[in-house]
C-alpha cells in the first residue's frame, strides 16, 4: 500500500465557493476542489497555498483548518491511502484560470446549492458543507475578511 499526503482549499469569494472541472481523455471527469501532494520541505499550509495558485490560478488566504479526508483508490501496480488536508480560504477576486497541463478545463465559483450538486466525490461535498457553515458562522460573526461589496445589501 502506498500512503499519500495531498492539502487543498475551500475557496470562498463573496459567498461561493470556488470548483475546477477536469477532463481527460474521457476517462475521468468531473468537478473537484483545487488539492494536490505535499512536496518536500513544505508545510501543509503551503500546499494548499501553492495547488490553489497552480491548478485555479487564484490568489487565496488561508482562514483556517477545517479537517481531511481520506479514501483509497487503485492504481495498476498497488492500492493507494490518500489523506487530503482541507483549508477555508478567502478569495482576492472572482478571477480563476484552470491549469490546463492538470486537464483542468473549467473553474467558477458557485453558490453553496450549486457546488453542492455538481462535485463529483462525497468526501469532498462533506468538506464543502463544513467549510461554508464555517463561513456563514464567521460571516455572521462579523470575523471573515471585508471582501469588496461582500457586506452591501
Given at each position: 500500500?502506498?500512503?499519500?499526503?495531498?492539502?487543498?482549499?475551500?475557496?470562498?469569494?463573496?459567498?461561493?465557493?470556488?470548483?475546477l472541472?477536469k477532463?481527460?481523455?474521457?476517462?475521468?471527469?468531473?468537478?473537484?476542489?483545487?488539492?494536490?501532494?505535499?512536496?518536500?520541505?513544505?508545510?501543509?499550509?503551503?500546499?494548499?497555498?501553492?495547488?490553489?495558485?497552480?491548478?485555479?490560478?487564484?490568489?487565496?488566504?488561508?482562514?483556517?483548518?477545517?479537517?481531511?479526508?481520506?479514501?483509497?483508490?487503485?492504481?495498476?501496480?498497488?492500492?493507494?491511502?490518500?489523506?487530503?488536508?482541507?483549508?477555508?480560504?478567502?478569495?482576492?477576486?472572482?478571477?480563476?484560470?484552470?491549469?490546463?497541463?492538470?486537464?483542468?478545463?473549467d473553474?467558477?465559483?458557485?453558490?453553496?446549492?450549486?457546488?453542492y450538486?455538481?462535485?463529483?466525490?462525497?468526501?469532498?461535498?462533506?468538506?464543502?458543507?463544513?467549510?461554508?457553515?464555517?463561513?456563514?458562522?464567521?460571516?455572521?460573526?462579523?470575523?471573515?475578511?471585508?471582501?469588496?461589496?461582500h457586506?452591501?445589501?
Amino acid at each position: 500500500m502506498i500512503e499519500a499526503t495531498s492539502c487543498g482549499g475551500v475557496i470562498i469569494y463573496r459567498g461561493k465557493i470556488l470548483a475546477l472541472y477536469k477532463s481527460y481523455k474521457n476517462r475521468y471527469e468531473g468537478w473537484v476542489l483545487p488539492k494536490g501532494t505535499v512536496e518536500k520541505g513544505e508545510t501543509h499550509e503551503q500546499t494548499a497555498l501553492r495547488e490553489v495558485a497552480e491548478e485555479a490560478g487564484v490568489k487565496a488566504t488561508i482562514i483556517k483548518y477545517i479537517g481531511k479526508s481520506q479514501y483509497n483508490f487503485t492504481v495498476p501496480e498497488d492500492m493507494v491511502s490518500k489523506e487530503v488536508h482541507w483549508y477555508l480560504m478567502a478569495a482576492d477576486s472572482y478571477h480563476s484560470k484552470p491549469q490546463r497541463e492538470e486537464y483542468f478545463v473549467d473553474s467558477g465559483y458557485y453558490k453553496y446549492h450549486e457546488i453542492y450538486h455538481l462535485l463529483r466525490f462525497a468526501n469532498e461535498k462533506q468538506i464543502v458543507e463544513k467549510a461554508y457553515q464555517e463561513y456563514l458562522d464567521m460571516r455572521a460573526a462579523r470575523l471573515w475578511p471585508k471582501q469588496s461589496g461582500h457586506y452591501s445589501k
